[in-house]
């Protein structure tokens, strides 16, 4: 199977099943003499771990990773970094039921007409599984992006309960297990998702990103959009069906004059009175904060039974039994950031190689 790489300069191959022995990734064109070890990337894996509250996934792992290329003394040599993660806590039992019949809402047609085989316990390769080692290639990819660079996101909807935008507070993220930046809301979404598991059903949610730090001058006017790649990428996460930059959607509502970010210098530098390009124009960062959304459908694996089809050809309705999460978007946070990052990092190694004199704009920051 082909396409399991992301990136140019900064490239992620990731490889693994859900019920596999271990998942795994290799992280290629870091560059040398960065301080790293597992302790870096550990943290950032433990936001994303299942088991660690009600509207997760009970599943117990550990998400423990390991470095085994690389790095040599705690730092980088240059070389492709190779990481892995033991599968410690599979079920594969739970699976049996489904083994020849479709879940509705799942990869499992789709991966059968494209492959002829598939592997049912927890969608195999189609499993969000898989996005630990996006998580742990994300923090890599902070490393290359420097302390300068802030790169962080929040959940601002669960199903049809948004955030109140006005209480918006980024501490209140890392105080709940939601990630949700408005206290008030909480409750509220913890009365929801109780009521939809409940009923053996699930919800979706949107998350949204925001990157402060970013130099300007990151894309390319084409075919290698910063905003083009990074909606590639945030759609490249399991569920994930919609995606939005900066104002998003909601621009097709504007005037002209609504929509256009207004520039005035302040102190011999460009500074904007809002945000609505998202940080970046034609394809390349401004340096304003980079921003996005997307949304995250509800998890398909649920107790409900649902209309589907086996194998064989039969009609049959299918309940998917086992540990799943009632809200797949609540871990999608910090899968999100690392996509973002790895964007990032990517975009500015490539930066790097076709500018690396200082930047033409004598107003902003070079790279």
């Known amino acids: 199977m082909s396409h399991n790489s992301f990136g140019h300069l900064f490239r992620v191959t990731t490889w693994g099943e859900s019920h596999g022995p271990a998942i795994g990734c290799v992280v290629d064109g870091c560059p040398p003499r960065l301080a790293l070890s597992e302790a870096d990337i550990q943290p950032w894996l433990d936001r994303r771990r299942p088991g660690q509250s009600q509207f997760t996934t009970q599943r117990q792992e550990p998400d423990a990773v390991r470095i085994l290329s690389g790095v040599f003394e705690g730092r980088t040599t240059g070389t492709p970094i190779s990481l892995v993660i033991d599968n410690l806590d599979q079920r594969s039992r739970d699976y049996a039921s489904v083994a020849d019949r479709y879940r509705p809402g799942h990869a499992d047609l789709a991966y059968d007409l494209k492959y002829g085989i598939r592997d049912p316990r927890g969608g195999g390769r189609s499993s969000a599984r898989e996005t630990a080692m996006r998580v742990a290639a994300g923090a890599v990819a902070r490393l290359v992006l420097g302390p300068g660079v802030s790169v962080r996101g929040a959940l601002v909807q669960i199903g049809p309960h948004p955030i109140e935008r006005a209480r918006w507070d980024w501490e209140e993220v890392g105080r709940n297990a939601l990630f949700c930046p408005d206290a008030g809301t909480v409750p509220v ?179």
């Open 189 to 367: 979404w913890e009365a929801y998702l109780g009521a939809v598991r409940k009923r053996g059903s699930s919800a979706g949610a949107i998350i949204e990103l925001q990157a402060e730090g970013v130099a300007p001058g990151l894309g390319a006017p084409i075919y290698a959009k910063l905003d083009a790649d990074l909606a590639a990428a945030l759609m490249s996460i399991n569920a994930v069906k919609a995606v939005e930059i900066g104002a998003g959607f909601s621009a097709a509502e504007f005037s002209g004059e609504q929509n256009a970010d207004p520039m005035r210098l302040r102190d011999g530098e460009v500074v904007f009175g809002s945000n609505n390009a998202g940080g970046i124009l034609g394809g390349i960062s401004t340096g304003q904060p980079i921003t996005a959304r997307f949304a995250v459908k509800p998890t398909s694996s649920i107790l409900t039974p649902v209309q589907s089809v086996t194998r064989s050809g039969h009609e049959v309705d299918v309940a998917t039994p086992g540990r799943h999460d009632p809200c797949v978007g609540i871990r999608a946070v910090p899968v999100g950031e690392a996509m973002l990052a790895c964007v990032l990092a990517d975009h500015l190694l490539r930066h790097r190689a076709q500018n690396p004199g200082p930047t033409q704009n004598p107003s902003q920051t070079p790279c």
